[in-house]
């Protein structure tokens, strides 16, 4: 593995999820595989589990961790070619990245959808950069459009919670904010799904389906009771419109998840990526209920950070 930024820089997807269960068994059974050498985390935006988690992974495999809160800590960037810097911004992103090049032995990066200008987010106008001018393996930690290191904890915790036959059947149903989100994790789990062995649909309201680019003939279900029907896991998440670029369309339906609609399911184990905005996108009941398998969801985001880091490790010592 040269880089992580989607499911298209993995090559055998089974093989990656069963050594992550098999880190998750041992964490730290290569103590020394990243010892002299650094990854640099850039947070161009805020982090919990994103954050904790790629620490706790690289510190695993004796990497040196530094960490940048670069909207806050660092100089105000420029991201435009051919700026005139003129006004607040103080230091380029091509300086900075190549700065980070003399520092650090893989980048990994995170940088939200600005929600303003759907080219920019589409075309990823930060994170291509990191890509163009970086000297040493990326790692996306979430951009604009994905979020591929929460994919893979989703795969790894839906791995570890199905022992039948048959293919389970999965729902990415929207749930409702108070505020436009980002595509990133919706598309990303759209993506990841596709490369597992599951029975995949996606339920949302009129006017907030994704881009196709994504979800491609994935079923879209535009009521939430028929596609939860039988479901044994659930995916909770929210995301503004894409057609309408980053509106918020009015939805008089109540898509918010309660024990009430699980009753329709087959039991189905709720997830969601976190932070939750509780009894707005899903209940307290089905948060704290015995569905929920959201926080072990979280704690695998660790083991799917860890299991990427080793990949890469694997291909620097190589």
């Not at 989607?6 to 010892?35: C, F, M, R, T, W």
């Not at 307290?284 to 950070?305: H, L, P, T, W």
Request: hydrophobic letters at 40%; a negative charge.
């Amino acid at each position: 593995m040269k880089k992580f930024t989607s499911v298209s820089d993995v090559e055998n997807l089974q093989h990656i999820i069963n050594k992550a269960l098999q880190i998750k068994e041992n964490p730290l059974s290569e103590p020394e595989k990243g010892k002299g050498k650094t990854i640099g985390l850039v947070f161009l935006n805020s982090s919990l589990r994103t954050r904790l988690s790629s620490q706790i992974a690289a510190q695993n495999l004796g990497l040196n961790v530094l960490t940048l809160n670069a909207a806050q800590e660092a100089w105000n960037l420029e991201f435009a070619d051919g700026a005139v810097m003129n006004g607040d911004t103080v230091e380029h992103i091509k300086d900075a990245i190549e700065v980070l090049n003399q520092y650090c032995d893989i980048i990994a990066v995170r940088c939200f959808a600005g929600m303003k200008s759907k080219e920019d987010d589409v075309n990823e106008s930060i994170l291509s950069q990191f890509e163009q001018h970086a000297k040493v393996p990326v790692i996306s930690l979430e951009s604009a459009t994905r979020h591929p290191l929460q994919s893979l904890a989703d795969c790894i915790t839906i791995t570890e919670n199905w022992k039948e036959e048959r293919k389970p059947k999965v729902v990415l149903t929207w749930a409702p904010h108070i505020k436009p989100i980002a595509h990133a994790v919706g598309n990303s789990f759209a993506e990841w799904m596709q490369e597992m062995d599951v029975d995949f649909v996606i339920a949302n309201p009129e006017g907030y389906d994704l881009d196709k680019n994504f979800t491609k003939d994935v079923k879209v279900i535009h009521n939430q009771e028929e596609a939860l029907k039988d479901a044994d896991f659930i995916y909770v998440k929210n995301w503004s419109s894409f057609d309408d670029y980053a509106k918020m369309p009015e939805v008089k339906d109540n898509w918010m998840l309660t024990n009430e609609k699980l009753e329709n399911t087959n039991q189905a184990k709720v997830m969601h990526c976190l932070p939750v905005r509780r009894n707005v996108e899903l209940s307290d009941e089905v948060m704290d209920g015995e569905n929920s398998i959201i926080y072990q969801q979280a704690k695998n985001r660790i083991f799917s950070a860890q299991d990427v880091f080793s990949e890469i490790l694997d291909e620097l010592n190589s």
